[in-house]
């Protein structure tokens, strides 16, 4: 039977030694958290780390009433800004492709392009009205609730620590 084989080398590195081939060796400060070989005995575990305490209710960044909003939010943006930009749109293809239709007159002396083209700030105005209006109906209600949520947090995260000094 031949002997057994041992990895480690036969002399130990002092401190100032260096490996023969690699020059010298770099310092990590202490050594690995984990067992390097299975016959080493292991190491005792440390303390458990402290435990800390979980709130009652959810935390506000995960509330679904902040996907809500962002959604409305994201929703009124669209519908004001496709209106706005969907007219003007229109207006650039049809004078690029629908020159005889642009050109053709709908009273004495006013071409329809005119007219589209006079139209843009109604248009304009309307996709603001249309902004203002989700903003009141949909997304400044969702807001409201969230900081009066955000509030009651506060207080009830002021009251669990105590006065503060």
Avoid at 14 to 36: E, I, K, L, N, V
Avoid at 65 to 72: E, F, G, K, N
Avoid at 151 to 163: I, Q, S
């Amino acid at each position: 039977m031949s002997p057994s084989f041992d990895p480690s080398p036969p002399y130990q590195y002092g401190q100032g030694d260096t490996s023969p081939s690699y020059g010298t060796s770099p310092s990590y400060g202490t050594s690995p958290s984990y067992d390097t070989y299975p016959w080493q005995t292991p190491t005792p575990p440390g303390p458990p780390p402290p435990r800390q305490r979980t709130p009652d209710h959810p935390p506000l960044g995960h509330h679904s009433d902040l996907r809500i909003l962002r959604t409305a939010y994201r929703w009124q943006r669209r519908v004001a800004t496709l209106t706005a930009l969907g007219y003007f749109t229109l207006f650039l293809i049809l004078s690029a492709f629908a020159p005889g239709f642009m050109s053709s007159t709908v009273t004495d002396g006013l071409p329809a392009g005119l007219l589209l083209a006079l139209i843009q700030l109604p248009v304009t105005w309307l996709a603001i009205g249309l902004y203002e209006h989700t903003a009141r109906r949909y997304v400044d209600p969702l807001a409201d609730r969230i900081r009066k949520l955000a509030e009651v947090d506060a207080k009830r995260e002021t009251g669990n620590r105590g006065p503060r000094r």
